[in-house]
């Protein structure tokens, strides 16, 4: 089939070709600054909304909406086809949520698995210690031993941030699985764990998956799903969740390539953000000193991005050595070295794992494509009011949310890619006549078998493209009464704002993916 890239493309020389006009506008808000404007559009228009509402919800338990789920399912879709399904050196695997409980045991999460906890003796609310401590004094000093964070707390007199006091009680270790129990009867149940994390699931299948598919390295085995934490404070709207879905894979190499697959799989991760949209601006690499990695880790990136609330981790990609597999090779007393079917070589694989969270991710792509922006009256109103003696939607448009007495206008808009925006198009006549429905809901019914689109009818032509550019669909197509005698229809591009009058027959073939070089406007 035709790639998704390819058919925009071709939409985008249609709108070149046939631009009536454009509008100037100036961007005056981003989600910087905003992120309670953010949350608010999200839930008035079905992306996420917080969950059992109606009892008052939980902190941090969201449901994806309608909207949501089309642009959480891109997303997975997206980072599966390009780091599993498309390549030659991966696989995919999923693994059970309940693991052996002695997996967690192996792999040091019942004993190290925890952040440092602090109470508030005033409140009795707790805190993560290092939060407090990297929030306001610095990352460098937010990686010390309990005493030392205690230490540092004390000196900066460093607020609780529920009941601004600084009574604290001695911070201590606290574990961030979940525990619950299998068994039908209480007293011989046996005590196991939510998985934290989808790697474990990879690292026991290893030697299952490599000799089964018949691999040589470099392999990697790619896997989505949810995983639970008990975190401490979790907050800021989708960033730290205590149920959430991770991407994860886990790629298996030679020692002796280790590092330059590190190198290899950063560039990668960012690349894949640029090309989805991300923009480079809102996005830099941090490199951790070794005193600062994890006790499995040889070198460890992170990806930060700006989020609404300030800089924060969204990918982390890093060399875990052998240590996983040869952790487990003694616990379980099994061999779990790889043997190459060609040299025989046998040894024990380094893994680069490049993992990022689903949620996160979400939560960033909606940042970065927020804008508030501002659009000039004359702009505005350069098409004029009302539908005209030739009913073309040109004359029809963008002319709602007028300041009273000034002189411009404002609307939201989602600066979605189109490959992650949850419609790709919206279909719509230009007002409720029969004659125009049918005609619009024949285009509708041609593309829905191809991608997500929307129909809509209710409401002013204009209200309806700011509802469509609150959501991020990138092209709506208009049917009005000159489409019914030319066959033609307003396709109106988010971004720009260009209008322009396409073949209906050129569209859909456009859009679908079905044109021949005869039919393309170019």
């Not at 299948?205 to 989505?224: K, W």
């Amino acid at each position: 089939g035709v790639s998704s890239q390819m058919i925009f493309r071709r939409l985008a020389c249609i709108v070149k070709c046939h631009a009536r006009r454009s509008f100037s506008s100036t961007v005056v808000g981003t989600a910087e600054g905003h992120q309670d404007a953010l949350i608010a559009l999200c839930k008035h228009r079905g992306f996420i909304f917080p969950a059992a509402d109606i009892y008052g919800g939980m902190t941090t338990s969201f449901a994806y909406g309608p909207l949501g789920v089309l642009l959480k399912k891109n997303i997975a879709d997206l980072w599966w086809k390009d780091f599993v399904s498309d390549r030659e050196d991966c696989v995919g695997l999923e693994s059970p949520l309940l693991l052996h409980p002695q997996v967690w045991r192996s792999a040091g999460h019942v004993d190290n698995f925890s952040d440092p906890l602090i109470e508030c003796r005033s409140c009795h609310r707790r805190s993560r210690a290092d939060k407090l401590v990297e929030e306001t004094v610095g990352k460098n000093k937010a990686n010390g031993s309990l005493e030392e964070l205690a230490s540092c707390i004390n000196e900066h007199r460093i607020c609780c941030p529920f009941c601004k006091k600084t009574d604290w009680a001695a911070p201590k270790q606290f574990n961030l699985l979940f525990k619950t129990s299998v068994g039908a009867v209480e007293t011989e149940s046996e005590e196991i764990f939510l998985r934290p994390e989808t790697a474990q699931g990879a690292y026991v299948s290893f030697n299952q998956i490599y000799t089964s598919m018949r691999r040589r390295l470099p392999l990697g085995i790619g896997q989505s799903g949810k995983s639970f934490r008990n975190e401490i404070s979790p907050g800021n709207f989708l960033y730290r969740l205590r149920e959430f879905e991770q991407m994860e894979l886990q790629y298996f190499v030679h020692p002796s390539d280790a590092q330059r697959s590190f190198h290899y799989w950063v560039s990668f991760c960012r690349d894949w953000l640029l090309k989805l949209g991300i923009r480079n601006s809102s996005m830099r690499l941090h490199e951790y000193p070794t005193n600062e990695l994890a006790h499995y880790a040889e070198s460890t990136t992170d990806i930060e991005f700006k989020f609404p609330f300030g800089w924060g981790e969204l990918w982390g990609i890093a060399n875990r050595s052998d240590f996983d597999l040869k952790r487990h090779a003694v616990e379980s007393k099994r061999d779990l070295s790889y043997v190459d079917s060609v040299t025989r070589d046998k040894f024990y694989p380094y893994v680069i794992e490049p993992a990022v969270g689903l949620d996160r991710l979400f939560f960033a792509f909606l940042s970065d494509a927020y804008r508030i922006e501002r659009i000039p009256h004359k702009d505005a109103n350069s098409s004029g009011g009302s539908t005209g003696s030739n009913g073309n939607a040109n004359n029809n448009v963008e002319k709602e949310d007028q300041e009273a007495g000034g002189g411009e206008s404002t609307r939201v808009v989602l600066r979605l890619s189109p490959l992650l925006s949850p419609y790709k198009y919206a279909i719509m006549p230009l007002m409720k006549k029969d004659e125009l429905v049918h005609s619009a809901k024949s285009i509708f019914d041609k593309l829905k078998k191809h991608c997500s689109v929307d129909f809509d009818v209710s409401g002013s032509i204009g209200k309806r493209y700011r509802r469509q550019d609150e959501i991020g669909t990138p092209a709506c197509v208009t049917v009005d009464f000159d489409s019914l005698e030319d066959q033609m229809v307003t396709v109106r591009d988010r971004d720009s704002m260009h209008q322009k009058r396409v073949s209906i027959d050129v569209f859909i073939q456009s859009a679908t993916g079905m044109s021949t070089p005869s039919l393309r406007v170019v």
